[in-house]
C-alpha cells in the first residue's frame, strides 16, 4: 500500500477510535467491549472504501481491490456479531451472521470462474 493510503488509514482509524469513544461517554454505548467491537465493525467499513478507491488506482505488488473488499466485510462480519453477542447474549445469532457473510463471500468467489468465456 502506498505510504498516503497507509498514513490516511491510520487517520481514519484515530477518528473512528474518538467517535466511538465520544459515544462511550455520551452513554449512547454502555461497555468497554462495544467500543472495541464497532471500531473493528466500522474499520471495516473504511476497508470497503479503500476498495474502492483501489479500483481506480490500483497497485501492482499490493492487495487488490477484491481483497481489500472481502477483508472490510469479515471486519464488519467480525464486530458486528461480536456486538450482536454483547446487546443480547445469545451466540446463535452470532453464529449465524459469521455464517451467512462466509457464505456470501464464497458465492461471490465462485462467481467469476462460473462465467463462460
Avoid: C, H
Wanted: proline share 3%; glycine share 8%; aromatic share 8%.
Amino acid at each position: 500500500m502506498p505510504r498516503q493510503y497507509e498514513m490516511l488509514s491510520f487517520g481514519v482509524l484515530l477518528v473512528i477510535i474518538a467517535l466511538v469513544l465520544v459515544a462511550y461517554v455520551a452513554l449512547i454505548i454502555t461497555g468497554l467491549d462495544q467500543v472495541l467491537a464497532l471500531v473493528i465493525a466500522l474499520y471495516g467499513v473504511w476497508n470497503i472504501v479503500l476498495a474502492g478507491i483501489r479500483v481506480k488506482n490500483p497497485e501492482k505488488y499490493g492487495r487488490s481491490a477484491y481483497e481489500t473488499l472481502l477483508m472490510g466485510i469479515v471486519l464488519i462480519a467480525l464486530g458486528g456479531s461480536w456486538f450482536l453477542f454483547i446487546a443480547t447474549q445469545n451466540i446463535i445469532l452470532s453464529i449465524v451472521l459469521i455464517l451467512l457473510v462466509i457464505g456470501i463471500i464464497a458465492v461471490i468467489s465462485a462467481l467469476p470462474s462460473m462465467r463462460k468465456k
